[in-house]
């Protein structure tokens, strides 16, 4: 049995050769497992580190919450403002013909007053101011009045 070893060993005259490739081999391989060990543990320890502090500057969902209140109220605030500005001077829509004659309206726009059903035009010439309903400003146009 021992010769049967022996044998096997020389590997047919060829073990110089043999058992020191198979001794390469697995120094190679060892020194992959090794270095592949050494970077996973690294790689874990910088992921652990990387994510504490991750932790420590995200926010939390209270903080979250509060944030996204704050940001709708400011939204709230500038719709509120844009709606005031754009309604300082025209939120009233009807104009007594006192009013009318008391501010300063464009020549010839039209408006609406109080107490008409129609739309009037209010028209500063130079005898006057006038409320002219537009069924009339039609008949004077075409030269019927």
């Known amino acids: ?45 910088m992921l652990e580190r990387l994510q504490r502090e991750l932790r420590s500057q995200a926010m939390t969902r209270k903080q979250q919450r509060l944030g996204l209140l704050a940001l709708a109220m400011a939204a709230l605030g500038g719709a509120t403002a844009l709606v005031l500005v754009a309604f300082s001077d025209n939120l009233v829509f009807f104009y007594s013909p006192s009013d009318l004659k008391a501010k300063a309206v464009a020549p010839d726009r039209g408006c609406g007053s109080a107490g008409s059903s129609r739309r009037t035009a209010f028209r500063a010439g130079p005898t006057g101011a006038s409320l002219v309903p537009r069924h009339r400003r039609r008949e004077q146009s075409r030269g019927r009045l």
């Not at 070893?5 to 005259?13: C, H, K, P, Q, T």
């Not at 050769?17 to 390469?24: E, L, T």
């Open 1 to 45: 049995m021992t010769g049967e070893i022996g044998r096997y060993l020389a590997m047919g005259g060829y073990a110089a050769f043999v058992w020191p490739a198979y001794g390469v081999a697995l120094a190679v391989l060892g020194g992959l497992a090794w270095q592949s060990w050494r970077r996973y543990r690294a790689s874990s320890n």
